[in-house]
């Protein structure tokens, strides 16, 4: 714990002398007034401080090989550099000047505003961005923050204000937590004090957001339009809830036979056996206030139908069909190893710790995954998806034609 309340957390290991640091805010989309807010914000932290611009700021990271990341989801925004031990000084002064000093320069705002909008329009030519997009309005509302669909209006309506605002209301010490890993100098708590641990950078209680009620949309089936493409994007899924829950491990595993891996059966039925698409897959998504699980796929507009027809015919085996064991054996071996990769070396480890902070849950969530993957059998994955992965509690999304 700093002097000013920011917890960091220290995770020493490795061979190579790379320090990574990590501040992760509670500032994403969940929490803005406006769109487009928390994603500009964490992009333009780079843009300049009161110190330093834009070219000086980029030119220090080139100078001393350092890797800055900056990534921005629904509830959270996290800010890492990468950097060699023997530059960890100069590069976390700049560090700790960007994330708490930013200045949001109006030139470098409407530069990078001006690409972002560029870029949005070319990807709503895609019809898996667009289905990646109305599908989150169709699980959560258009009112709710995780299902807010960017439109290309919205770019040209933020303002430096509100960027200000949002930066001093989300990015403090009492709204944050920092990780520190890899081959830590024997003074990286002196040095972390006086950098993020001093009083001009305070500690306020963390911002309640305002609540909102998620309401998935009532029409089961959807389509959109787009009549000159030659594939169509299907999403199929619903809400259901995040890795607190205590059904979360089971149901991860069983979406795992169904489409988490490539030996999955909806890979194995559409890719490999029916030849409708290249890829398919099904996943669980984690918010900090919900969750959901959705079945995604590209196909060609003139088998849409079929490979419809045939994510349907897996939903139901799914419950009804128990896995052979060769199926499980295949299945938990490729979870295991996956398991044990997240957390080979320093930086993986980083990961996964940041994941049970921002859910605020301790490593007994990690022994639990354990115990299922080991205890599961082919009876329990068909009483879950019976439970959670009935097909007739699914909405369908196509974008496209079929």
């Known amino acids: 714990m700093l002097n000013n309340g920011l917890k960091v957390y220290l995770l020493e290991g ?22 487009l807010v928390a994603f500009s914000v964490a ?22 090989g350092t890797y800055f990341h900056a ?53 709503n030519q895609r019809v898996q961005y667009i289905a990646r997009n109305y599908f989150n309005e169709l699980l959560f509302g258009q009112n709710h923050p995780y299902g807010f669909r960017l439109e290309s209006e919205h770019f040209e309506k933020v303002r430096k204000q509100d960027l200000v605002e949002f930066h001093h209301e989300y990015y403090h010490p009492g709204n944050a937590f920092c990780i520190v890993s890899g081959r ?67 149901l991860m595993i069983t979406n795992t036979l169904l489409g988490g891996y490539f030996g999955s059966r909806l890979m194995q039925n559409i890719r490999q056996n029916k030849g409708y698409t290249y890829g398919i897959g099904s996943n669980l998504v984690s918010l900090l206030r919900e969750g959901y699980f959705f079945i995604s796929s590209e196909v060609g507009v003139d088998v849409c139908q079929k490979a419809l027809d045939e994510v349907y015919r897996e939903l139901r085996n799914l419950r009804t069909i128990p896995a052979s064991e060769s199926e499980l054996t295949a299945m938990k071996a490729y979870l295991a190893g996956e398991y044990l990769r997240s957390f080979d070396g320093p930086f993986a480890q980083s990961q996964r ?45 196509v974008v496209g034609r079929k």
């Open 353 to 397: 710790y940041k994941e049970l902070l921002a859910f605020r849950m301790d490593t007994s969530h990690f022994e639990a995954f354990l115990r299922e993957l080991k205890s599961i059998n082919a009876q329990q994955i068909m009483q879950i998806a019976d439970k959670y992965l009935h097909e007739d509690s699914m909405i369908e999304l």
């Open 43 to 64: 992009n333009l932290l780079r843009s300049g401080t009161p110190s330093r611009d834009a070219s000086a700021i980029s030119n220090a990271f080139d100078f001393y």
């Open 14 to 35: 490795g061979d190579d002398e790379i320090v990574k640091i990590e501040l992760v805010f509670f500032a994403g989309s969940y929490y803005q007034s406006a769109p």
């Open 71 to 123: 990534e921005v989801q629904k509830d959270i925004a996290s800010f890492s550099v990468f950097v060699l031990q023997k530059h960890l000084e100069p590069i976390l002064e700049l560090f700790g000047d960007i994330v708490r000093n930013p200045s949001f320069p109006e030139e470098e705002t409407d530069i990078f505003l001006k690409k972002q909008k560029q870029q949005f329009l070319i990807n």
């Open 184 to 250: 830590l100098p024997a003074n990286i708590r002196e040095l972390l004090r006086q950098v993020l641990g001093d009083d001009s950078w305070a500690f306020r209680a963390g911002s309640m957001p305002a609540s909102y009620m998620a309401e998935s949309a009532s029409e089961k089936k959807v389509m959109v339009q787009r009549p000159d493409v030659v594939q169509s994007a299907i999403r199929i899924g619903r809400r259901l809830f995040n890795k607190a829950h205590p059904d979360y491990h089971r």
